[in-house]
């Protein structure tokens, strides 16, 4: 694998040296530079970008309401309009990102990654990932999920990509509207009260459907994502993985935090005879001290419009066939995901000491004739859309009501006048 070999020279920090670490991050200079922007700039970006994201928001969920009814009418095609608002999301975050977050960002991965990657003539990212799979990484800020859907966009599939989420957030007015639209998946973290209703949710993504959008393989195109350590890296979640650590007997994380097995366990054992594969992804951010965490630094602010973004943002990817992971026995899977986050964390280690991670170059062998896998070392490239104007894509159906509205509304009003009623 490509994590022999790393080492793990540093103990975890205590929480208390956590707490002094993170006093410093107002002393220190901050890792995306100087702020660029003054107030006056940053307040016509935020205006703007709020104006960008509202007006998608708005133009995705009257794209949602027009295809609602399609449900009754046919499932296939509502699935379908669904999946085309869910694309419609995934080209606001890239944008978004692009105008106000520009970043640069940097992929590898190991020998199990080999002919996956292409760096495309004009510097974009192309992936050759499979349409059905459950994807994990570790959460480092809020904003993880934005440039794992790129990844998504990159492969073709942001109209496929399914979130688990907490309950509390279906109810945030259109955007929990929205989310339900999408098929996301909302949980209470009460396992007695989500299996019943997880369950009745995996198997629903193991259906098929003949509509547009519905991928090649017979099944549902599918990217199930799951956070296994259940938040983001922070000065609490951090304590809470320390205690757990502690109770549990075992050593803390680094870099991430323990991961809890259930909930990846129970997917994977639901989707195992429908998804081959499940990726794993391991994020970091350029310039995060140690012992200090990327979402005190890289916040909404900083990033999108002081214009302190990070550097770089880091990917390493693997693959693992999912008939090879223990799935029968919960103590078993429990130890296998427990080796493969200290792989992480190990990982992690290797970016703070040398400024990116481990990178495959090699090439497999040819198959049967076919040709040699090749490994594609580092890839630089950024977060933009395909096109520049593709984003207009996301108006369109708005547009196109709004132009009906109005022509039936100005027949309607030709008829009044001419029955003389008006």
């Avoid at 929990?176 to 995996?202: A, C, N, P, V």
């Avoid at 890296?233 to 205690?243: T, Y």
């Avoid at 894509?393 to 039936?408: E, I, M, S, Y």
């Amino acid at each position: 694998m490509a994590t022999d070999g790393l080492t793990r020279r540093h103990p975890p920090a205590s929480v208390q040296e956590q707490k002094q670490a993170d006093k410093k991050i107002t002393e220190q200079q901050h890792p995306g530079g100087a702020i660029k922007h003054g107030t006056w700039d940053q307040a016509l970006r935020m205006f703007l970008f709020g104006l960008y994201f509202s007006g998608s928001i708005l133009a995705i969920a009257i794209t949602q309401y027009m295809g609602a009814p399609l449900y009754f009418y046919s499932k296939d095609l509502f699935y379908a309009w669904m999946a085309l608002s869910k694309q419609h999301f995934g080209i606001v975050s890239t944008t978004m990102t692009y105008w106000w977050a520009p970043v640069k960002m940097r992929i590898s991965g190991d020998a199990s990654m080999r002919g996956q990657f292409r760096k495309t003539e004009d510097g974009r990212l192309e992936c050759d990932f499979p349409e059905r799979m459950v994807l994990i990484s570790n959460h480092q800020i809020y904003t993880d999920w934005v440039y794992l859907w790129w990844i998504a966009y990159t492969s073709r599939m942001h109209g496929h990509l399914y979130i688990i989420l907490k309950e509390s957030i279906r109810y945030i007015p259109i955007l929990g509207t929205g989310m339900m639209f999408y098929g996301f998946i909302f949980l209470s973290r009460k396992w007695s009260k989500d299996k019943e209703r997880f369950q009745h949710r995996l198997r629903r993504l193991s259906q098929s459907h003949n509509g547009p959008l519905s991928g090649s393989q017979g099944l549902d195109p599918m990217w199930l994502l799951i956070f296994p350590e259940g938040t983001n890296l922070s000065s609490n979640g951090r304590e809470s993985s320390k205690k757990w650590a502690d109770k549990n007997g075992i050593e803390d994380m680094r870099h991430a935090l323990l991961p809890r097995s259930t909930g990846l366990l129970f997917c994977l054992s639901e989707l195992q005879s429908t998804t081959e594969y499940m990726y794993d992804c391991t994020v970091a951010y350029e310039g995060v001290p140690r012992g200090q965490f990327g979402q005190d630094l890289f916040t909404l602010r900083s990033s999108y419009f002081q214009g302190r973004p990070p550097k770089s943002v880091n990917m390493h990817w693997r693959r693992f066939a999912t008939k090879d992971i223990p799935l029968s026995d919960a103590h078993e899977f429990g130890d296998w995901l427990l080796a493969r986050w200290r792989e992480k964390d190990d990982l992690l280690e290797y970016f703070i000491q040398n400024g990116r991670f481990p990178a495959d170059d090699g090439t497999s062998p040819s198959v049967n004739g076919t040709k040699p896998l090749k490994g594609a070392g580092h890839i630089e490239t950024e977060v933009r859309p395909t096109h520049p104007l593709e984003f207009l894509q996301v108006f369109a159906p708005a547009a196109a009501l709004g132009l009906v509205v109005n022509v039936v509304l100005k027949f309607i009003n030709l008829v009044l006048r001419t029955m003389r009623i008006r």
